[in-house]
Nanobody
Framework: QVQLVESGGGLVQPGGSLRLSCAAS????????MAWYRQAPGKEREVVAT???????NYADSVKGRFTISRDNAKKTLYLQMNSLKPEDTAVYYC?????????WGQGVQVTVSS
């Protein structure tokens, strides 16, 4: 049974930092393209960052230069380092893994950026 479990969310002031983690189990983590998505209230879910098995990364324009996605295949864990956070980064953040037709989601973690 595949599980993706996010952690590290919370309340942070504008300009602050958070590091999200996504622990995977029940899957061959290293062969999956992994990604972080987010969904703000009243908005559609959007991709934030992706990382391929070859560690090629891609970012949404809104987070380039502020967020960094990384992976540790030995620990089967995906990370998202978020710096210079803005109120518009407030959302539920989801971990995603896909490999061909296999597509898995975590339960999501809340990130709130507010003073």
């Amino acid at each position: 049974q595949v599980q993706l479990v996010e952690s590290g969310g919370g309340l942070v002031q504008p300009g602050g930092s958070l590091r999200l983690s996504c622990a995977a189990s029940g899957m061959a983590f290293s062969i999956y393209t992994m990604a972080w998505y987010r969904q703000a209230p009243g908005k559609e879910r959007e991709v934030v960052a992706t990382i391929t098995p070859s560690v090629s990364t891609n970012y949404a324009d809104s987070v380039k230069g502020r967020f960094t996605i990384s992976r540790d295949n030995a620990k089967k864990t995906l990370y998202l380092q978020m710096n210079s956070l803005k109120p518009e980064d407030t959302a539920v953040y989801y971990c995603n893994g896909h490999y061909y037709v296999a597509n898995y989601w975590g339960q999501g973690v809340q990130v709130t950026v507010s003073s």
